[in-house]
């Protein structure tokens, strides 16, 4: 029985592109040989830890989805305690609906580009492989504004008042001060 993870994890801000991309390769290779599958990765980037850990103030944030075994699961987590690159990392279960959500939602949207590229081929228009490209990079986009809204403090929004130039002109006097006679 296969179920639906995504995980998690914070990398030292002195690795290059070469040992992430090791890191994500021995992670889709654990996953593989135990039947399991990585659907998305989606890569922050360097950012701003909340906290120091092991005197590091930034990080380097990846995440991944992916259809596992629950038996796999601590294959990977051993892994990922192991290796001295990851500072922090969380595996966390995905709720189904929301997984079965958008799993109908990316089939829509292929089934629709695909609907397209027929017709712009018959049109002689735009390759498929454009219209798909396009697609994929909104859909990046917009999972990445998702997640940053949801992180966000809700703004505080102020009214502008219109200031005229005589307004702006002017400047109030001076607070008088008190004199204190002694007696």
Known sequence: MTRDYELGFILTPEVNEEQTRTIQERIEQIVTTHGGQVTRVNQWGRRRLAYPIEHHRDGFYVFVDMILTPESVSELDR???????VLRHLITRRDPKLVQKEREEREEREARAAA??????????????EVVAEEVITEEVVAEEVVTEAEAAPAVVEEETAVSAAEEDYVPPAIPEETVEEA
């Open 79 to 85: 892994t990922l305690k192991v290796s001295e690159e």
């Open 116 to 129: 397209q590229a027929a017709a712009a081929a018959e049109a002689g228009e735009k390759p498929a492989e």
